[in-house]
């Protein structure tokens, strides 16, 4: 099991940008796929996208690619979530999730681990 605490939400204008960050407690990080998702207010929680273990495998959900980049660095126990040309729609609160395993997946409920999640609010 790690812990997993994210950070680096906030208020920004449409067309800016954010990088999120969760940090992982636990030495079994870096043989994890990694997960971000999202959950608007009244709305389920959806994929945003997934890196492999090793982060050499990425994969997004539609609307956010090309815009999002996930990346990590298992040195530090990190991975990050930088979100570019950010839009209205993109407001929710953001979660990191780890899955006990080398690849990702879409499915939230193949993830083990979540963090608190951070808010993420862009104005029009």
């Known amino acids: 099991q790690v812990q997993l605490v994210e950070s680096g939400g906030g208020l920004v204008q449409a067309g800016g940008s954010l990088r999120l960050s969760c940090a992982a407690s636990?030495?079994?990080?870096?043989?994890?796929?990694m997960g971000w998702f999202r959950q608007a207010p009244g709305k389920e929680r959806e994929f945003v996208g997934t890196?492999?273990?090793?982060?050499?495998?990425?994969y997004y959900e539609g609307s956010v690619k090309g815009r999002f980049t996930i990346s990590r660095d298992n040195a530090k126990n990190t991975v990050y979530l930088q979100m570019n040309s950010l839009k209205p729609e993109d407001t929710a609160v953001y979660y990191c999730?780890?899955?006990?395993?080398?690849?990702?997946?879409?499915?939230?409920?193949?993830?083990?681990?979540w963090g608190q999640g951070t808010q993420v609010t862009v104005s029009s």
């Open positions: 636990g030495r079994s990080f870096s043989r994890y796929a």
């Open positions: 999730a780890a899955r006990h395993t080398i690849s990702g997946s879409m499915d939230f409920n193949h993830y083990d681990d």
């Open positions: 890196i492999s273990w090793s982060g050499g495998t990425t």
